[in-house]
């Protein structure tokens, strides 16, 4: 339901008919006519935009609600006083017009801000007697990001927030945004549950073809940009690299139809390039406990997995976490191993986010359109599932230099990797559906060996057959 009983009838309903009935009567000249004026002058520029709050009361809640255009979603936040939630409206906007909605709890005290960083905020608007209902707010201001920065609670509950709608004009607003074709909406997160299936999953296995310092998704059309970053797959990937010229590359994988990008920072031994050696493996798993509800990736999605400004209790308590840096019996370490008892590879494994808002292939930060799953279902504002990457890289170790090693990015904690998908779509599908949906353990063909009779998805070439 979208009320609670408890919470009495919202506001916002009562407010909105008295306005109508001013309206219809022609009684208000000013105040509202004028702010609504404002609304319908520039365009709603927050609609389906990054969302994040200082909390949330549960995942029924969630903070992408206030930026959906629909007013039977909200954000609900903790109990207490101090919260916020702010929008990336995606680049330099200058903001003329606010509009709340607010459920039945609603802030008596709060502040709207902008800012350009998300660090240093500019207060354009105070209120501290606010009543709740329906607050249309005229403003002249400029940011990239517009904050709600909520004071004092109007109700002994959490502040529940249905719309927070931004009107005006954004001078890049594509930048960065690279809409689905098609979006999908309309989806509600996969909650099935399926038989039992201790696998749901198959391996893309790819070699390392060459170090370069580009990112085609941080620095597009940027060489020499970035750090150094060992590539895997589509032999061509470079910073200028788009989806067309990836599927038109060959590929470092076995199946011929993968022509993705996979990039992490390189290695080093002092000042030498330590790459994998040999075919490393990429799984592709279900992140959601319906793994029958995992679909493929569009086309062109690409994403970026952890940061490079990470510490090493942000590597350790990501979500992606698996098993951290472990050489011989040494693992589960943040950062890279001074010592490799029992000697063999260096290795790390980490998992990226396998939940997708449907809107987006990629966002300003290569982050916000994917998400975690959370106790293995997908959050409401992410909630179409797709295959669960996981880098599981060897690299060789020199036992006499392990003091000398580190990454492009800085130590070991600072391991992150960018996936831009390139596979050809048949192909990728049948994977999909024959070993993740179909609850197997596959190899790179798509065969589970402990399931001979289910067959494989491609042939003896990892072709379709």
């Given at each position: 339901m979208k009320h609670r009983t408890s919470r009495g009838a919202p506001h916002r309903t009562a407010l909105a008919g008295t306005v109508a009935a001013l309206l219809a009567a022609g009684a208000l000249t000013g105040g509202v006519l004028t702010q609504q004026a404002a609304a319908a002058a520039d365009p709603l520029i927050s609609q389906s935009k990054p969302v994040t709050a200082s909390s949330v009361e549960s995942a029924n809640f969630p903070a992408a609600a206030v930026a959906d255009n629909n007013l039977a979603t909200r954000w609900a936040s903790a109990w207490t006083d101090s919260q916020w939630v702010q929008i990336d409206l995606g680049g330099t906007a200058t903001i003329s017009h606010v509009e709340l909605d607010w459920e039945a709890a609603y802030a008596s005290g709060y502040q709207l801000q902008t800012s350009n960083d998300a660090s240093t905020w500019n207060t354009l608007y105070t209120k501290a007697n606010g009543t709740g209902g329906t607050e249309q707010i005229d403003l002249a201001g400029s940011g990239r990001y517009v904050r709600l920065n909520l004071t004092k609670r109007?109700?002994?509950?959490?502040?529940?927030?249905?719309?927070?709608?931004?009107?005006?004009?954004?001078?890049?607003?594509?930048?960065?945004?690279?809409?689905?074709?098609p979006q999908v909406t309309g989806t509600t997160p996969a909650t099935g549950n399926p038989p039992h299936a201790y696998f749901h999953e198959f391996q893309a296995n790819c070699t390392a073809t060459h170090d370069l310092p580009d990112d085609p998704i941080v620095y597009p059309g940027k060489p020499g940009a970035s750090h150094m970053h060992t590539f895997m797959g589509a032999l061509n990937t470079n910073a200028n690299s788009t989806l067309e010229s990836l599927q038109a590359s060959t590929t470092s994988c076995l199946a011929p139809g993968d022509k993705s990008g996979y990039w992490m920072p390189t290695m080093y031994d002092g000042n030498t390039p330590v790459d994998p050696v040999g075919l490393q493996t990429i799984y592709y798993k279900s992140g959601i406990n319906d793994y029958t509800a995992v679909r493929p990736f569009p086309a062109g999605l690409r994403f970026v997995v952890a940061s490079p400004n990470d510490s090493a209790t942000d590597f350790a308590t990501h979500p992606g976490y698996v098993a951290g840096w472990e050489c011989g019996t040494s693992y589960r370490t943040s950062d890279l191993p001074t010592e490799c008892p029992g000697g063999g590879q260096i290795g790390v494994r980490f998992q990226a986010p396998?939940?997708?808002?449907?809107?987006?292939?990629?966002?300003?930060?290569?982050?916000?359109?994917?998400?975690y799953p959370i106790d293995g279902v997908c959050p409401a504002d992410h909630p179409v599932a797709l295959p669960m990457i996981e880098f599981k890289m060897a690299f060789p170790a020199n036992l006499d230099h392990l003091a000398q090693l580190h990454l492009s990015s800085g130590r070991g904690f600072s391991f992150h990797y960018d996936f831009f998908n390139a596979w050809d779509a048949p192909t990728l599908a049948a994977m999909v559906n024959h070993c993740i949906v179909g609850g197997l353990q596959c190899d790179p063909r798509g065969y589970d060996q402990n399931q001979p009779g289910k067959g494989a998805a491609l042939n003896e070439q990892y072709l379709l057959p």
């Open positions: 109007g109700t002994g509950y959490g502040y529940s927030l249905e719309e927070f709608k931004v009107y005006g004009q954004v001078t890049t607003a594509s930048t960065g945004y690279i809409p689905a074709n396998s939940c997708w808002n449907g809107l987006y292939l990629d966002t300003p930060d290569h982050k916000s359109h994917m998400a």
